[in-house]
C-alpha cells in the first residue's frame, strides 16, 4: 500500500497544452503514471501525446474515469481550475502552480469545505508513490519504492532528503510535497495521519520550514497519537526575522515562525531532529534503529 | 511589498476610511507651504519611510507653526531616520507627511491580516491603540480581539457590532466605528492586501473615528490584476540587490555574511544557508534561481552574487529536477569565463545528468571545486576563504 495515489490512480492534467503541462505530463507519464486525460478549454477533441484533450474536467472526468487531476495553468486562473476539479467531484486535486493569489486561496478553501475533493498545494511538488504512480515535477529517478513516508514544505529539500534516504538504502512509501504557501490544502497533520493509518508506512521524515505554524500543530499530535518514528528537519534556522524566504509563507513575523520553536516543538513530541539538511537519511536511520 | 504611510492613507480614503488632512512635502519649503495650506496651526511632520518605530526614532514631530514645520521637516529630509526596524544605517528620508493636528480623545488598534491556521482574513483589535500591539499581545492578550471573515459572507455586521462593543466605542459613534472597519475591509480585499493595519484608529475630542496612521502590505502574487498597487512601489526603499535580482525573476535576499550562495528552491536555499553556518560560515544571501533556471538566469546570478563586495567565496548548490545539470554546469562555467571570477568556487550537483554535468566542470580548465554532498560543500568554501 502506500497513501494518496498508487498504479490504480487515473490522472487528468489540467493546462495539458501549455509548455510546463506537456513537459510533466509526458515525464509522469513515461514513470508509469496512468495519464488518462487532459483538459484545456478550446482543445476539446484533440490530443497530446495519445492522451485524450476535453474542454472541461467534468467531461473528462466522465469519458476516463479520472479520480485525480494535476494542474499546471497560469496563476491567474488556477484558483479557477481548482474549483472546476472539485466541482467533478475529482478525489484527488494537485496544483503545483506557484504564484496563486492569497485572496483566491482564501475562497478556493471555502469551497472545498464539506465537499469530497482532497487539495493538495498550490505551488507544491506534487506526490510520488515511487514505482506506482508520480503527479508532479518531482525527478522520479531519486526514488526508490520502500517504506518511509515523506512529507514536506519544500521541494528542491524534499528531493536531497529522498536522494539521501535512498542512498542509504531506504526506499519511501508514498513522498508527498505540501507546498510554502500561506493557504494550502493538505497540512502536515492529514498527511501524517494518512501514515499512521498506512500498514506499508514504517516510518515517516517530516521537512519543515520556518513560518505559520503547522509544524507545531503537527507535532503536537504526533506526541500524541504517531505510533511511527519521525525524523524531521526545519530549514530556515539561520534566516532573518521579517524577511521572505523565497515562499511567499516563508516568514518569521512578530517573532512567532522561528525554526527555533519549531524544532523546540518536534523534539519535544518525540521527533528525531537533524540538526544539518545533508544528516536527514541518517536521522531517519538512526530513529529506526532504536 | 510594503508602501508608505500617505499612500496607504489615500487607499484607506478612497475607501471610506477618515483620515487627517495632509500634504506630503520633499522640500522644507513644501512643508511650510503644506502647513500654511493646512491652516497653519498645530500639524504633525512624519518621515516617509517603509520602517516602522518612527516616532521613538524622532520622525515625528509636532509643530505650532509653518516656520516650525519647515525647520523640523528640513532636520528630518535628507537625513536617516534609525528606528528598531531599520537596523544601525537607518533608512533616507525623502519625504514628509504634513498633517493638520487632531485632539485625541481615545486610542485604538485595529488591523487585517491573514490567519493561516483558520485561512481566512481576520480582524485584530484591541482597546489598546498607539503601542507595540506585539508587546499588547504578549503581556495582556486579553485585550486583544480576533474576527474570522467569512469569504463568502464578508466583514458581518454583527461582528462589527460586537467588537464596537467590547471596546466601549460609545453609541453614538459605533456606526462610523463600523464604516471605517468595513471600509478597512474592502480596502483589504479589493486591494489584494497581506495586511492593513491602523495603529492608532483614533476617536477626537469632536467626536470622529479616523486612521491616524496606516501601514499596508500586499500580496506580490496579485500583481497581474494590482497595477495601481504595484504603481506605489518605491525602489529607494529596497535593497539595490534585491530590485536587480526581481527583475530576472530570482528570489534574493541580502544578508550579512562573506559566503554568497547560489540555490534551486527556497527550502534547499535555506538549508544551504544553514549549512554554511553549521561549518562556521556566514551565508552573504539567500538566493534562489527557481526550479526552471537556465544558462542566462545563472549568469545574471552571478552577476547579482558577485557586486556584493564582501563576498569571498561562492558556494552554488543544485538538484536537479527540472533543471538538468549539464544545462547548469555550462551556466557556471560560461558565467565564471565571462566574469572573471577570483574568489574560491564550490559547485556542489546532484540529480538529472549529473555525470555531464561534472564532467563540464572538470574540463573547463577552470578552478572549480565540484563535490557530491552539501556538507562537503559547506566545509569546503568555509575551509577556502579562511586561507
Known amino acids: ?290 | 511589498m510594503n508602501i508608505h504611510e500617505f499612500q496607504a492613507k489615500e487607499i484607506l480614503k478612497r475607501f471610506g476610511v477618515p483620515v487627517p488632512r495632509g500634504i506630503v512635502a520633499s522640500t522644507p519649503e513644501e512643508a511650510k507651504a503644506a502647513a500654511v495650506e493646512l491652516g497653519g496651526g498645530v500639524c504633525v511632520v512624519k518621515a516617509q519611510i517603509h520602517a516602522g518605530g518612527r516616532g521613538k526614532g524622532g520622525g515625528v514631530k509636532i509643530v505650532k507653526s509653518a516656520e516650525e514645520a519647515a525647520q523640523r521637516a528640513g532636520d528630518m529630509l535628507g537625513k536617516n531616520l534609525i528606528t528598531h526596524q531599520t537596523g544601525a544605517e537607518g533608512r533616507r528620508v525623502r519625504r514628509v507627511l504634513v498633517e493638520q493636528g487632531v485632539k485625541i480623545e481615545r486610542e485604538l488598534y485595529l488591523a487585517m491580516a491573514l490567519d493561516r491556521a483558520q485561512s481566512r482574513v481576520t480582524v485584530i483589535c484591541s482597546s489598546e491603540g498607539g503601542v507595540e500591539i506585539e508587546e499588547v499581545a504578549e503581556k495582556h492578550p486579553e485585550k486583544i480581539l480576533r474576527e474570522a471573515i467569512d469569504p463568502v459572507i464578508g466583514l458581518a455586521a454583527f461582528q462589527c457590532r460586537r467588537i464596537a462593543l467590547a471596546l466601549a466605542i460609545p453609541a453614538a459613534l459605533t456606526g462610523k466605528f463600523i464604516g471605517v472597519m468595513q471600509g478597512l475591509h474592502r480596502a483589504f480585499e479589493e486591494c489584494d492586501a497581506s495586511l492593513a493595519e491602523i495603529n492608532p484608529l483614533i476617536i477626537t475630542q469632536d467626536g470622529q473615528v479616523m486612521a491616524l496612521d496606516a501601514k499596508m502590505n500586499f500580496d506580490s502574487s496579485a500583481f497581474f490584476r494590482q497595477k495601481d498597487i504595484l504603481a506605489l512601489r518605491d525602489l529607494d526603499e529596497e535593497d539595490p540587490r534585491e530590485v536587480e535580482a526581481s527583475k530576472y525573476d530570482l528570489s534574493y535576499i541580502s544578508l550579512d555574511g562573506n559566503i554568497a550562495c547560489m540555490v534551486n528552491g527556497a527550502g534547499l536555499a535555506m538549508a544551504t544557508m544553514d549549512i554554511i553556518k553549521l561549518f562556521g560560515g556566514e551565508p552573504a544571501n539567500f538566493l534562489d534561481v527557481g526550479g526552471g533556471a537556465n544558462k542566462e538566469k545563472v549568469a545574471q546570478a552571478f552577476k547579482i552574487l558577485l557586486a556584493d563586495t564582501r563576498v569571498r567565496g561562492v558556494l552554488i548548490n543544485i538538484f536537479g529536477g527540472i533543471m538538468r545539470c549539464d544545462v547548469l554546469a555550462q551556466g557556471v562555467v560560461d558565467a565564471a569565463r565571462e566574469l572573471h571570477i577570483t574568489v574560491p568556487l564550490v559547485v556542489r550537483m546532484q540529480g538529472t545528468n549529473v555525470e555531464q554535468g561534472r564532467k563540464i566542470l572538470a574540463d573547463s580548465g577552470l578552478t572549480i571545486i565540484s563535490v557530491e554532498t552539501m556538507a562537503e560543500a559547506a566545509e569546503r568554501i568555509v575551509n577556502a576563504i579562511k586561507n
Request: charged share 20%.
Open chain 1, 1 to 290: 500500500m502506500s497513501i494518496l495515489v498508487n498504479k490504480s490512480t487515473r490522472v487528468l492534467t489540467q493546462g495539458i497544452t501549455g509548455a510546463t503541462g506537456q513537459f510533466h505530463t509526458k515525464a509522469c507519464k513515461e514513470y508509469g503514471t496512468q495519464m488518462v486525460g487532459g483538459v484545456t478549454p478550446g482543445k476539446g477533441g484533440t490530443a497530446y501525446e495519445g492522451i485524450p484533450i476535453f474542454d472541461t474536467v467534468e467531461r473528462a472526468v466522465k469519458a476516463t474515469g479520472a479520480n485525480a487531476s494535476v494542474i499546471y495553468v497560469p496563476p491567474p486562473f488556477a484558483a479557477d481550475a481548482i474549483l472546476e476539479a472539485a466541482d467533478a467531484n475529482i478525489p484527488l486535486i494537485i496544483c503545483i502552480t506557484e504564484g496563486v493569489p492569497v485572496r483566491d486561496m482564501v475562497k478556493v478553501k471555502r469551497y472545498l469545505a464539506g465537499r469530497s475533493s482532497r487539495l493538495l498545494g498550490p505551488n507544491c511538488p506534487g506526490t510520488i508513490t515511487p514505482g506506482q504512480c508520480k503527479i508532479g515535477i518531482m525527478p522520479g529517478h531519486i526514488h526508490k519504492p520502500g517504506t518511509v513516508g515523506v512529507v514536506s514544505r519544500s521541494g528542491t529539500l524534499t528531493y536531497e532528503a529522498v536522494d539521501q534516504l535512498t542512498r542509504l538504502g531506504l526506499g519511501q512509501s508514498t513522498c508527498v510535497g505540501i507546498g510554502g504557501d500561506p493557504v494550502h490544502g493538505f497540512e502536515f497533520l492529514d498527511v501524517l495521519k494518512l501514515f499512521n493509518d498506512d500498514p506499508e508506512t514504517e516510518a515517516v521524515v517530516m521537512i519543515g520550514e520556518i513560518g505559520g505554524s503547522a509544524e507545531e500543530h503537527a507535532a503536537a499530535w504526533i506526541g500524541a497519537n504517531m505510533k511511527k518514528p519521525v525524523a524531521g528537519f526545519i530549514a530556515g534556522q539561520t534566516a532573518p526575522p521579517g524577511k521572505r524566504m523565497g515562499h511567499a509563507g516563508a516568514i518569521i513575523s512578530g517573532g512567532k515562525g522561528t525554526a527555533k520553536e519549531k524544532i523546540a516543538a518536534m523534539k519535544q513530541a518525540g521527533i528525531r531532529m537533524a540538526s544539518s539538511p545533508a544528516t536527514i537519511g541518517r536521522t531517519m536511520q538512526e530513529a529506526l534503529a532504536k
